[in-house]
C-alpha cells in the first residue's frame, strides 16, 4: 500500500500569555490510501489538533504533512481552500450544517463550490443523500432533522466532492447509542467502497470498528495497533 | 446559494433588518436632499433665468439686476441701439418702482414693474390680457387679495406715498387688464407691471426715461460671450452680464449652502456607513462558526465576502426607494419652509429633484453599503479555521 498521508515530526505550539504551549511534540505516522483509522486518547492530547493539521485548517509549528505525495502544510490560504474542496472531505462532532439551507442544498454547497452547475449538481446532491439513507429528507432543513440525519447530511456533504480523504472529529460524539451504531456502519461501508478515514474519537465501539486505532498523550503517538 | 444564503441571514433577525433598512433609509433620504440642496437652487436658478429665452442682462454700473434702486439714465437710446442690431433679436427694458394703492384696509404697497408688453419676460398671464393702453395693469394674485379687486377694476394708484400727508404722489387711475404670475418675485409678494412709458410719467422721469434692467435675446447662432463683451465695451455706464456669469455670481453667493449640504451629506453617509457596517459586524460575529465552517469545507474567502456584501447591498436596495420616497417627501416639505424667505423668487426650489441628483445619491450610499460590509465580511472570512471552530465547539 502507498501511503496518502505522511505526516513527519509535527509540532503545533500555541502562545498562551507569554509560555508556548505544545498541543503536538513531533507527531510522525502515515495513513495508507484505503486504510481505516481512529485516533484516540484523552482530551487535550492533540488528536483534534492532528486532524486539523491533516485538513489544511490548521499550520503546524514546525515538522510537514504530506497528502498523496504533496506538502500541503505550508499552502496559500487560496490554495488550501482549493485542497480541502477537492480532496479532503470533514465531518465535525456538531454537525455543522447550514440552518438556513435544506439538506440537499448543503451537500450541494461544495459542489457549487466546485462549479458544478445546476441539474448536475442537484443530481450529484440527491445521489449523496440516497447513499447515506436520506432521499426522503432532501428538502428538508437541518432543524427538521434529528441528530443521526443532520450527521448523514454532514458526511454526504463532506463526500460531494469525491474525496481522497474522509477526516471525522468526534462524529458519533452528539449521537445516541442507537444512531451512533448506524453511524459505525455507514462509515464501515465508506471504507469497504473505497474512502480513506482518519477519525478522531471517544466512541470505544467507533474505535474498535476501525481497522487501525492510533493512542495519543500529551501530544504524542504512544500506540498503534491493527484491530484485524 | 449565495443568494439562499444571504436572504437566509437577513431573514434570520427580520426585526433587526428591517429596523437597519430604515435607519439606511433614513440615511439615503438625508443624503439625497443635501445632494439635491447643494445642486437644486443652482440648477432651478438657471432654468429660471433661462425660461424666458433672454441670454444676456443689462444693468446700472457696478450693480447686479434689481440689486440697487439705481437706473440706467436714458436707457431707451441704449435700448434704440440695441434693437437695431442684427445679432439682437429683442430688447426688454424695465424700470422697477412701487405703486401704493388705496383700500379698505389702508394703503397698499405693490413691487411695480414698467415694461414694454409685448417683449415683456418677467411674468406669465395666467387670466385675462396684456396691457394695451397707458393705463391698463396686469396685478398678481397677492396685489388683488390685498386690494380686494378683480379683473376689469380700476383702481387709483400712486407712485410714492406721503405718509405724513397720507396722499399719493404721482396719482394715475389704472384698469386691471390681466391676472399674472411673476417670476422673478416671491410667492407673497405684492406685483403688479404697467407699460413702461406709464410709470416713468407716474415716477417724474417721463424726459430722463431711466431704465433699471434691459434683457436681451439675441438672435440664432450669436456667440454670447462675445456679445457680452462687445456691449459693455460699447456701453461704458452698464454691467453686461450673461447667463452663465449670472449663474457663476449667484454659485458665489450659494457656495455657503454647498458648503452645509455637503457637510450633511457626508455625515450621513458616515451615519449610514457606521449604521452598515455596525450590522453586518454584529451578524458576521453570531455566525463566525457557519463562516468557518465554510472556510474548512472549501469555500472560497471571497465568496463569503461575497455573501456578506450581497447582504448589505440587498438592504440597501431595499432602503433605496424608501429613503427616495423619504427624502423627496422631506425635500417638499423643507422647500415650502425655505420659499417663505423674503426675497426668494416664488419659482426658485431649494431642493430640486433631478434624476441625477438620486442616482448620485443612491450611488454614494450603495459604495458605502458595500465599503461597509467588506472589512467585517473579510476579517470573518480570514480566520483562522480550526481556533475558530475549536471556540465555537468549546461555546
Same mark, same amino acid.
Given at each position: 500500500?502507498?501511503?496518502?498521508?505522511?505526516?513527519?515530526?509535527?509540532?503545533?505550539?500555541?502562545?498562551?500569555?507569554?509560555?508556548?504551549?505544545?498541543?503536538? $511534540?513531533?507527531?510522525?505516522?502515515?495513513?495508507?490510501?484505503?486504510?481505516?483509522?481512529?485516533?484516540?486518547?484523552? !482530551?487535550?492530547?492533540?488528536? !483534534?489538533?492532528?486532524?486539523?493539521?491533516?485538513?489544511?485548517?490548521? =499550520?503546524?509549528? !514546525?515538522?510537514?504533512?504530506?497528502?498523496?505525495?504533496?506538502?500541503?502544510?505550508?499552502?496559500?490560504? !487560496?490554495?488550501?481552500?482549493?485542497?480541502?474542496?477537492r480532496r479532503i472531505g470533514f465531518v465535525f462532532q456538531r454537525f455543522y450544517l447550514m440552518q438556513?439551507?435544506?439538506?440537499?442544498?448543503?451537500?450541494?454547497?461544495?459542489?457549487?463550490?466546485?462549479?458544478?452547475?445546476?441539474?448536475? =449538481?442537484?443530481?450529484?446532491?440527491?445521489a449523496l443523500l440516497d447513499y447515506v439513507g436520506l432521499a426522503a429528507r432532501e428538502k428538508h432543513r437541518p432543524s427538521q432533522l434529528?441528530?443521526?440525519?443532520?450527521? $448523514?447530511?454532514?458526511?454526504?456533504r463532506a463526500l460531494a466532492n469525491q474525496p481522497k480523504l474522509l477526516l471525522a472529529d468526534e462524529p458519533t460524539g452528539e449521537l445516541d447509542a442507537r444512531t451512533g451504531t448506524e453511524m459505525i456502519a455507514l462509515f464501515d461501508r465508506l471504507n469497504a467502497d473505497g474512502t480513506t478515514i482518519l477519525v478522531v474519537t471517544h466512541d470505544e465501539d467507533?474505535?474498535?470498528?476501525? =481497522?487501525?486505532?492510533?493512542?495519543? =498523550?500529551?501530544?504524542?503517538?504512544?500506540?498503534d495497533e491493527r484491530n484485524r | 446559494m449565495l443568494l439562499t444564503l444571504a436572504a437566509a441571514s437577513l431573514l434570520r433577525h427580520r426585526a433587526r433588518t #428591517?429596523?437597519?433598512?430604515?435607519?439606511? *433609509?433614513?440615511s439615503a433620504a438625508m443624503l439625497l436632499d443635501m445632494v439635491m440642496l447643494s445642486s437644486g437652487m443652482r440648477e432651478s436658478f438657471r432654468s429660471l433665468l433661462l425660461s424666458q429665452g433672454f441670454q444676456l442682462r443689462i444693468s446700472p454700473k457696478g450693480t447686479m439686476p434689481f440689486d440697487t434702486d439705481a437706473t440706467i439714465r436714458d436707457g431707451d437710446s441704449?435700448?434704440?441701439?440695441?434693437?437695431?442690431?442684427?445679432?439682437?433679436?429683442?430688447?426688454?427694458?424695465?424700470?422697477?418702482?412701487?405703486?401704493?394703492?388705496?383700500? /379698505?384696509?389702508?394703503?397698499? /404697497?405693490?413691487?411695480?414693474?414698467?415694461? #414694454?408688453?409685448?417683449?415683456?419676460?418677467?411674468?406669465?398671464?395666467?387670466?385675462?390680457?396684456?396691457?394695451s393702453a397707458p393705463d391698463e395693469i396686469v396685478a398678481n394674485d397677492a396685489l388683488l387679495r390685498a386690494i380686494g379687486r378683480s379683473l376689469n377694476d380700476t383702481v387709483h394708484a400712486g407712485a410714492g406715498y406721503d405718509s405724513q400727508l397720507r396722499s399719493l404722489t404721482g396719482e394715475r387711475v389704472l384698469r386691471i387688464v390681466g391676472r399674472a404670475? +411673476?417670476?422673478?418675485?416671491?410667492?407673497?409678494?405684492?406685483?403688479?407691471?404697467?407699460? #413702461?412709458a406709464t410709470l416713468r410719467a407716474m415716477q417724474g422721469h417721463a424726459v430722463d426715461k431711466p431704465v433699471s434692467l434691459m434683457m436681451v435675446r439675441l438672435a440664432p447662432d450669436q456667440d454670447i460671450e462675445v456679445m457680452r463683451a462687445r456691449l459693455e465695451r460699447q456701453f461704458r455706464k452698464v454691467n453686461v452680464i450673461s447667463t452663465a456669469e449670472a449663474l457663476k455670481q449667484v454659485d458665489e453667493r450659494l457656495s455657503y449652502f454647498r458648503q452645509l449640504a455637503a457637510i450633511l451629506g457626508a455625515v450621513s453617509l458616515v451615519v449610514g456607513f457606521l449604521l452598515v457596517t455596525t450590522l453586518v459586524t454584529v451578524s458576521v460575529n453570531e455566525r463566525i462558526g457557519e463562516i468557518a465552517v465554510?472556510?474548512? #469545507?472549501?469555500?472560497?474567502?471571497?465568496?463569503?465576502?461575497?455573501?456578506?456584501?450581497?447582504? *448589505?447591498?440587498?438592504?440597501?436596495? *431595499?432602503?433605496?426607494?424608501?429613503?427616495?420616497?423619504?427624502?423627496?417627501?422631506?425635500?417638499?416639505?423643507?422647500?415650502?419652509?425655505? /420659499?417663505? +424667505?423674503?426675497?426668494?423668487?416664488?419659482?426658485?426650489? +431649494?431642493f430640486l429633484f433631478q434624476p441625477r441628483s438620486a442616482w448620485t445619491a443612491l450611488g454614494l450610499l450603495a459604495v458605502s453599503g458595500v465599503l461597509a460590509a467588506v472589512y467585517p465580511s473579510w476579517r470573518s472570512a480570514s480566520l483562522p479555521i480550526a481556533t475558530t471552530l475549536r471556540q465555537e465547539a468549546v461555546g
Open positions: 500500500m502507498t501511503a496518502l498521508v505522511e505526516v513527519r515530526d509535527l509540532v503545533r505550539q500555541y502562545p498562551m500569555g507569554e509560555e508556548r504551549v505544545a498541543a503536538l $511534540r513531533g507527531v510522525t505516522f502515515d495513513v495508507d490510501a484505503g486504510e481505516y483509522a481512529a485516533i484516540v486518547g484523552p !482530551s487535550g492530547c492533540g488528536k !483534534s489538533t492532528l486532524l486539523n493539521l491533516i485538513g489544511v485548517i490548521d =499550520r503546524p509549528t !514546525s515538522g510537514s504533512v504530506s497528502i498523496g505525495g504533496a506538502r500541503v502544510d505550508q499552502l496559500a490560504d !487560496s490554495r488550501a481552500t482549493e485542497f480541502r474542496l438556513a439551507l435544506t439538506a440537499r442544498e448543503n451537500v450541494e454547497l461544495p459542489l457549487a463550490e466546485a462549479g458544478l452547475k445546476g441539474p448536475e =449538481r442537484r443530481e450529484r446532491a440527491r434529528s441528530g443521526g440525519e443532520q450527521q $448523514r447530511v454532514a458526511i454526504a467507533l474505535a474498535r470498528a476501525a =481497522r487501525r486505532v492510533i493512542h495519543m =498523550r500529551d501530544g504524542s503517538i504512544v500506540g | #428591517i429596523l437597519a433598512v430604515l435607519g439606511v *433609509a433614513v441704449i435700448v434704440t441701439i440695441l434693437q437695431g442690431m442684427n445679432e439682437v433679436k429683442s430688447v426688454s427694458p424695465v424700470l422697477g418702482g412701487q405703486l401704493h394703492i388705496p383700500s /379698505a384696509s389702508g394703503t397698499i /404697497a405693490s413691487s411695480a414693474l414698467g415694461i #414694454i408688453p409685448s417683449v415683456e419676460g418677467d411674468y406669465e398671464l395666467v387670466g385675462g390680457r396684456q396691457p404670475r +411673476f417670476v422673478y418675485m416671491a410667492s407673497e409678494q405684492k406685483g403688479v407691471a404697467l407699460p #413702461i465554510m472556510r474548512a #469545507i472549501g469555500v472560497r474567502r471571497w465568496r463569503v465576502v461575497a455573501q456578506i456584501v450581497t447582504e *448589505a447591498s440587498a438592504m440597501m436596495l *431595499a432602503a433605496s426607494p424608501l429613503g427616495l420616497m423619504l427624502g423627496l417627501v422631506t425635500a417638499r416639505y423643507l422647500n415650502s419652509i425655505l /420659499a417663505r +424667505f423674503p426675497g426668494v423668487p416664488e419659482r426658485i426650489d +431649494f
